[in-house]
């Protein structure tokens, strides 16, 4: 099924708009994006093992990123660039992959205007990555 034609959930929404930061990052010369979000890193694992992925990640990020493990916690450094392109980020970058909403960061955020969070991974150009997207 073409990304077209498959509905689009908030967390597939929210994966595009990230690739986008992290392939704009990467171009710029940047660091790699920080995935803070359990839910939509949940939906990025599956889509890495799909042939639709390489589509959908050039569409969002002009080129297909791969995976990988890093684990670090501190503040998410492309939150400005988020709001710049969609405004607040939404609930889900605060909810689980079960469902569960942390109000307390979403209430920090909304304060503060700044993430401050853990994350277990983050998008590559392709060298070392852990999961590597299907067809690459």
Sequence with gaps: MSDTKRPTTIERRELGRFLGI???????????????????????HR?????????FCT???G?????REARGAGQ????AAYEEAYGPLPEIWFTDEEG??????????RETGRV???????????????LAPVGR
């Design 100 to 109: 569960r909403l942390d109000e307390t960061a979403l209430a920090r955020y």
């Design 63 to 67: 080129a297909v990123l791969g995976h």
């Design 22 to 44: 992290a392939g704009r990052r990467f171009a710029c010369g940047e660091g790699a994006a920080e995935m803070f979000s359990r839910a939509v890193d949940a939906v990025w």
């Design 59 to 61: 569409g969002h990020a």
């Design 76 to 79: 998410i450094g492309w939150v």
């Design 47 to 55: 889509m890495l093992a799909t042939p639709e992925y390489a589509g």
């Design 116 to 130: 401050v969070a853990e994350w277990d991974c983050t998008p590559t150009t392709g060298d070392g990555d852990d």
